[in-house]
């Protein structure tokens, strides 16, 4: 499969990890935007990422490497850098190397995960990572649903595809009867696209409602970027999702997602009941079906689209032109030129 046309150094916050994973005085490897990366978590509890790599001889920070207190201790001569990347101890030496820093990255904890901010051009975060409870209006939180790690999540790893594809995804009304073998439609209800988090809405009718009181359930979904997407369902079973797709290199994603249940009244138990572990695994088969075509999808540019699906890509795909980090990406994901076919 030919790689992505799209450029996989988008602007954003993307999922490096979930926060159980990253344990105190851990060092976690990973690498995404072709970089090696290490994740860890200081004796009080703070997530730094950096660049793997020792800024005294190169010494790769996730071989050997340990925390001790706030630092991260080089395996290699001891030297020791805080959570913000900066050198300050040399063991055999009274003084710091103040003029060398390790490149760190801006991190948000939030909703069991580790994120943290992209951006090319070095620009500090201008949004934030959407919350999957906070960031709805309806008075609920985290302690309503059952915890999600490490029942109700899926984890793919360095698929062909890019973050768009899923963003696309939620203005795509028509794959739900293909992909996902529902007999019903989604009307949008609120497609609004005009700042860097975006929302979109919709609600289901079945093909055999009667009338607009058969309409009795929906989805809300809040996008930070391209590289998270929350949503709550109402009218259904009771749930919160997230997915979250960061790229690893010019070719590759990985792929996350999270899913919350809401708790049975009464039930106060630390992790999911039966129910609720049945729940999550249908919506997590659900989200994997669209795995499934994303993984093997090439991105079309422009696309031939029915009048229907025209104004919903159309406006996500402007929108989503602004996390380019040049002008040759910004056009190809920029759809203002694009007719709808007759």
Request: aromatic residues 14%; negative net charge.
């Amino acid at each position: 499969m030919a790689k992505p046309t799209l450029s996989m150094k988008p602007t954003g916050w993307f999922q490096v990890a979930w926060s159980a994973e990253v344990t105190v005085r851990e060092v976690h490897r990973m690498t995404y935007f072709g970089r090696e990366m290490v994740a860890w978590r200081t004796t009080s509890g703070q997530v730094a990422v950096f660049d793997a790599y020792c800024e005294h001889l190169g010494a790769h920070l996730g071989y050997g490497g340990h925390v001790e207190g706030e630092n991260l201790v080089c395996p290699f001569h001891g030297w020791e850098w805080n959570a913000e990347g900066r050198n300050v101890c040399i063991p055999y030496e009274n003084h710091p190397n103040k003029g060398r820093r390790i490149r760190s990255y801006p991190v948000v904890e939030r909703n069991e995960s580790i994120w943290i901010w992209h951006d090319v051009e070095g620009r500090a975060p201008y949004f934030d990572v959407p919350d999957v409870f906070a960031d709805f209006d309806d008075g609920k939180s985290a302690d309503d649903y059952y915890p999600s790690f490490p029942v109700g999540v899926l984890y793919r790893e360095r698929l062909e595809l890019h973050p768009q594809y899923i963003m696309e995804n939620g203005v795509d009304f028509a794959h739900f009867k293909f992909v996902h073998k529902t007999p019903f439609i989604p009307e949008f209800t609120r497609q609004d696209f005009d700042e860097p988090v975006s929302y979109v809405d919709f609600t289901v009718a079945f093909d055999d409602a009667a009338s607009e009181d058969d309409v009795s359930s929906g989805v809300e979904a809040i996008n930070g970027g391209l590289g998270v997407a929350v949503t709550k369902s109402w009218g259904m079973v009771d749930n919160r999702t997230l997915s979250a797709v960061t790229p690893v290199d010019d070719n590759t994603s990985d792929v996350r997602f999270t899913v919350w249940i809401g708790r049975k009244p009464g039930d106060q138990s630390a992790e999911m009941n039966d129910y609720a572990k049945t729940m999550a695994n249908y919506i997590i088969e659900q989200f994997a079906a669209d795995i499934n075509i994303w993984a093997h999808q090439r991105y079309s540019d422009p696309p031939a689209l029915s009048r229907k699906e025209f104004e919903g890509f159309r406006a996500l795909r402007a929108w989503a032109a602004q996390f380019y980090p040049d002008e040759q990406n910004r056009t190809h994901a920029d759809m203002s030129t694009v007719e709808a076919t007759s």
